[in-house]
């Protein structure tokens, strides 16, 4: 019972916290990438309105990554124990950028003089980036592999804490805020209308453009990695899975065009860049299944035993419909256009 349990079990768990990091890097991608997009944007109030359409909900996305953090810690203890010594700097950085971020969201509604206006919109937009930044650091550092030393089945972490500094990992970083930025401005058309949706629709032409080369880029770039990427985009039968991902992106790509060339089409861009996150998530996943930390450690590798896992699904069971249940009610309730009228404070 146990033995098969041993195997199923990590599935659950693996496909439980992907989700959770999907559901995360969509929900907080579009609030870090309004705040890159801060700073484009000149007129204070504009930039209020901007930040107004997130207000109600940017904390209550952070959940997700907690979850998936903690699912991390619980059920995948090897992961997280070789994982955090490769990534530690990267996610300090992430977390003091997280911080300024939430910190710089409740001083700047406080601030009358144009200076201090000044320094927390910068530290608005500074902590936005450099979060979306690091996660595309952690992201592509995860893709490169990480070096493991593996003794009668005890892994240790061999490399050095500055491992993550390469090109692919800080392309990534650079990505990963880029494709923010596109998420950010296809939101803003959606939420908000007059000079403010037009500046944004033009900004998501070109973030669009450069999103579809980034993930060229990377499409071309992941393979020379390892050779296992290389087997699974273009060899038989495993490219027969992988094939259709392109050709998706592809339509998906001219759908969010045709979307910002409407200009009656509001929800349609927001949606089809939604559906290219997801494209990319599945690539991404396809490339490194079964691997949690690739190209040594699997998910059965990594897992604590059977019993710890069961218990800690009794209690995901009862915390997952609250967190969905939270979020959907928090959107409902704060659905529709944002104006300058509307005040967090």
């Not at 109030?45 to 907690?66: F, L, Q, Y």
């Not at 059920?75 to 124990?81: E, I, L, M, R, S």
């Not at 490769?86 to 996610?91: C, D, F, H, I, V």
């Not at 050779?227 to 991902?245: D, G, H, K, N, S």
């Amino acid at each position: 019972m146990m033995e098969t349990a041993s195997s199923w079990l990590p599935v659950v768990w693996a496909v439980l916290a992907a989700t959770a990091i999907f559901i995360y890097v969509i929900l907080d991608g579009f609030d870090l990438g309004i705040g890159i997009l801060f700073l484009k944007e000149r007129d204070h109030e504009n930039r209020s309105v901007m930040m107004n359409t997130i207000a109600p909900v940017w904390d209550g996305n952070e959940t997700w990554m907690i979850f998936g953090g903690a699912a991390l810690y619980g059920v995948f203890p090897v992961a997280y124990g070789t994982i955090l010594p490769a990534l530690y700097l990267p996610l300090l950085f992430m977390m003091l950028a997280l911080i300024l971020r939430g910190v710089s969201f409740e001083f700047r509604f406080k601030m009358t003089s144009p200076f201090g206006r000044f320094f927390w919109d910068t530290a608005f937009c500074g902590g936005s980036f450099v979060a979306a930044f690091m996660q595309g650091i952690i992201l592509g550092t995860l893709i490169q592999g990480i070096p493991i030393k593996n003794e009668n089945n005890t892994f240790t972490f061999i490399g050095t804490s500055l491992d993550w500094l390469t090109p692919f990992a800080l392309f990534c970083g650079l990505a990963v805020a880029i494709g923010y930025s596109l998420l950010g401005a296809t939101w803003l058309i959606m939420r908000c209308e007059g000079a403010l949706q037009e500046t944004m629709r033009r900004a998501a032409y070109g973030l669009g453009a450069l999103t579809l080369l980034a993930i060229a880029i990377i499409s071309v770039w992941t393979p020379q990695l390892h050779a296992t990427y290389m087997q699974r985009w273009f060899e038989w039968p495993q490219i027969a899975l992988v094939a259709p991902v392109p050709v998706a992106v592809v339509i998906v790509s001219l759908t969010l065009f045709l979307g910002l060339r409407n200009k009656n089409s509001e929800i349609l861009p927001f949606v089809a860049t939604l559906l290219l996150f997801f494209l990319c998530f599945s690539g991404l996943g396809i490339n490194i299944w079964p691997y949690i930390v690739p190209p040594s450690i699997t998910i059965w590798m990594a897992s604590s035993p059977p019993a710890s896992q069961a218990f800690l699904l009794c209690g995901a069971m009862f915390l997952l419909p609250a967190i969905s249940a939270y979020n959907i009610y928090s959107y409902y309730v704060f659905r529709g256009k944002v104006t300058a009228d509307h005040h967090y404070h």
